[in-house]
């Protein structure tokens, strides 16, 4: 009796023990680049596009977030160039800008008085941990008041994210 | 601290470009004078499948390196571990993916990330 009795208590215990499985996880600093809005231009005059809502463009909106403070910078650069387009015989006057949209903690309101601008890029310190969101808009003049040739237009905004 | 962490879970389905560690080391491999390294890439942008690895000195310019596809393909909610081998004098310091982008059809901007890692 007592040889079944052992057998069976062992592995009773024993699969008590399995039962606990354990879940790890590990909090590393890290940080994730999130495309939320591709962006869209409008083209309220037959030489401009634009991001601006009111001219029926839709703004890019990127989210950063990381999960350590004071271990990343964001660069963010809004386009001086279409990635893609019609064959164009004149200039494109380029303009544009990056400000945070939103944010999950209050500290990180002094961003945008914080940034540094250089050409057309925009970087950010990231001071504290969490998500922001970057509003991008731009817009392209082409020529003097010149008519875009019809076609498909594309400008690429750059994010990176960069460890201090 | 929770509120933190159901963004992040959240942001898991959204189009997200992460690589780890933040700041990887150098190691010796199991060649002479060769160094090694290893990133680990996540991919939850639906919208690229392509990435390219970049390995700059500290003012950003490219260094040689060697690793197995420096452009790949990783699919959406994909990982991928990435060795990168450099020579033992290198002056590497960053280590970084750029998305790769196909040309679409609309009429807009598309959003190129690149995140980068520092070498101790």
């Known amino acids: ?164 | 601290m929770r509120f933190l962490v159901l963004l992040l879970l959240v942001s898991g389905s959204l189009e997200a470009h992460e690589l780890t560690p933040t700041y990887p080391e150098l190691r010796s491999s199991y060649l002479s004078d060769v160094l090694e390294t290893k990133v680990r890439m996540w991919n939850a942008r639906v919208d690229v499948e392509y990435y390219k690895i970049e390995v700059t000195d500290k003012d950003w310019n490219d260094v040689p390196f060697i690793t197995r596809e420096k452009t790949f393909r990783l699919e959406h909610l994909g990982k991928k571990d990435i060795e990168i081998f450099l020579p033992s004098d290198t002056t590497a310091t960053y280590i970084c993916t750029r998305s790769m982008l196909q040309k679409g059809n609309a009429q807009r901007s598309i959003i190129s990330s690149k995140v980068c890692s520092k070498i101790k």
């Open chain 1, 1 to 164: 009796m007592l040889k079944l009795v052992i057998p069976m208590a062992a592995s009773i215990l024993a699969s008590g023990a399995i039962a606990q499985t354990e879940i790890v996880g590990n909090v590393d600093s890290k940080c994730i680049i999130i495309s939320e809005t591709p962006g869209v231009y409008g083209n309220p005059n037959p030489y401009q596009l634009t991001t601006a809502p009111t001219d029926g463009g839709i703004q890019p909106i990127i989210r950063y977030d990381v999960l350590a403070a004071d271990y990343y910078k964001a660069v963010i650069e809004h386009p001086i160039d279409f990635s893609s387009a019609p064959t164009l015989d004149d200039v494109v006057a380029w303009t544009g800008d990056v400000e945070v949209s939103e944010m999950s903690d209050t500290n990180m309101a002094d961003y945008d008085t914080n940034k540094v601008e250089y050409d057309n890029a925009h970087e950010y310190e990231m001071t504290v941990a969490g998500s922001t969101w970057f509003k991008i808009s731009s817009a392209a003049d082409y020529g003097f008041t010149k008519s875009f040739p019809a076609g498909t237009y594309t400008a690429i905004v750059e994010a990176e994210c960069i460890p201090l």
